[in-house]
C-alpha cells in the first residue's frame, strides 16, 4: 500500500520558515518524481515546486529564491524548506509521487498558515 505522509506545517508569521517533510511508503521511491502543490481557500490548486528522480528542479515563480525542494533517497523523503513567507503562502501543502500517469500517489496534506 502506497502511503505518502506530510508533516511540518503549522502557523508562522509573515517572515518566517518552516520545513515540510513527505515520508513515502509503498513505492520505490527514488525512480519518482515528486512534486509539492498548495490549495489556498478559494483558489485552485497549484505547482509550487517539483523534483526528477535525478534531482532537477523546478518552482513556482512567486517562490522562487525563497522555497528549496529537495529529496533524500535513503530514507524516501521529501522536504521543502519554506524561508520568507509570506501571508499570501498560506495554503495546504501536499506532496506527490508521480512514475507515469498511471502511478500518481498524494498525501493528505499539511496547513501552512502565515499570519501576524
Known amino acids: 500500500q502506497v502511503q505518502l505522509v506530510e508533516s511540518g506545517g503549522g502557523l508562522v508569521q509573515p517572515g518566517g520558515s518552516l520545513r515540510l517533510s513527505c515520508v513515502a511508503s509503498?513505492?520505490?521511491?527514488?525512480?519518482?518524481?515528486m512534486g509539492w502543490f498548495r490549495r489556498a481557500p478559494g483558489k485552485e490548486r497549484e505547482l509550487v515546486a517539483h523534483i526528477t528522480g535525478g534531482g532537477s528542479t523546478d518552482y513556482l515563480d512567486s517562490v522562487k529564491g525563497r522555497f528549496t525542494i529537495s529529496r533524500n533517497n535513503a530514507n524516501n523523503t521529501l522536504y521543502l524548506e519554506m524561508n520568507s513567507l509570506k501571508p499570501e503562502d498560506t495554503a495546504v501543502y501536499y506532496c506527490?509521487?508521480?512514475?507515469?500517469?498511471?502511478?500518481?500517489?498524494w498525501g493528505q496534506g499539511t496547513q501552512v498558515t502565515v499570519s501576524s
Open positions: 509503498g513505492i520505490i521511491f527514488r525512480i519518482y518524481d
Open positions: 506527490r509521487a508521480m512514475a507515469t500517469s498511471a502511478f500518481v500517489y
